[in-house]
């Protein structure tokens, strides 16, 4: 189910008019499809999670690894790792099954203290990516993916970076 099918408000009807996906109700994204650079199915998406101080989205929780919802594995990742693939209407992550793997996850009965700054520098590590770092902007000024071509993106607001297991491109911020 893409966020269009989650639409109650009708934000995404007419992107020519509406905020949509330059701008996106968070409700919408809980349950969207999450796939990697070689289009293998990583899983959803469970919660976003907002850093309050900061006044932005600090983690998208990725669920991965169960079957039918059971044995699922929890992952935080980094909202600057994501990727709106707006063509297939999904999320990107640049990272291999494997990798993901071996990310740091927990349980949903065993929540990790997500706000402490421990947890913040292990995921970033993990990912590649900057803490406190807001997403790269299009030209637009929408917050959005900035890499291959089926993502609406600007190339110039690309933040170089690699993440581990990426080819070394950069890769772009939601």
Do not use: C
């Not at 009708?10 to 650079?37: F, Q």
């Not at 199915?41 to 169960?66: H, P």
């Not at 059971?70 to 209407?89: E, S």
């Amino acid at each position: 189910m893409s966020y269009l099918d989650r639409d109650t408000y009708g934000i995404y009807s007419d992107t020519s008019a509406g905020p949509g996906p330059r701008l996106m109700g968070a409700d919408t994204l809980i349950g969207e499809d999450v796939y990697n650079l070689q289009d293998e199915d990583l899983g959803d998406i469970k919660e976003i999670m907002l850093d309050m101080r900061q006044g932005q989205v600090a983690y998208a929780v990725l669920s991965f690894g169960g079957w039918l919802g059971m044995g699922d594995k929890l992952f935080a990742v980094p909202w600057q790792a994501m990727q709106l693939d707006t063509a297939n209407k999904r999320f990107l992550l640049d990272v291999s099954k494997e990798h993901l793997k071996n990310a740091p996850g927990f349980n949903k009965d065993n929540w990790p203290d997500m706000a402490s700054a421990e947890f913040s520098s292990q995921i970033h590590s993990f990912y590649g990516t900057q803490q406190n770092a807001p997403g790269a902007r299009t030209a637009s000024g929408s917050v959005m993916g900035t890499g291959t071509g089926s993502l609406q993106s600007d190339p110039g607001a690309s933040a170089s970076r690699t993440t581990p297991g990426s080819s070394g491109s950069g890769s772009g911020n939601l």
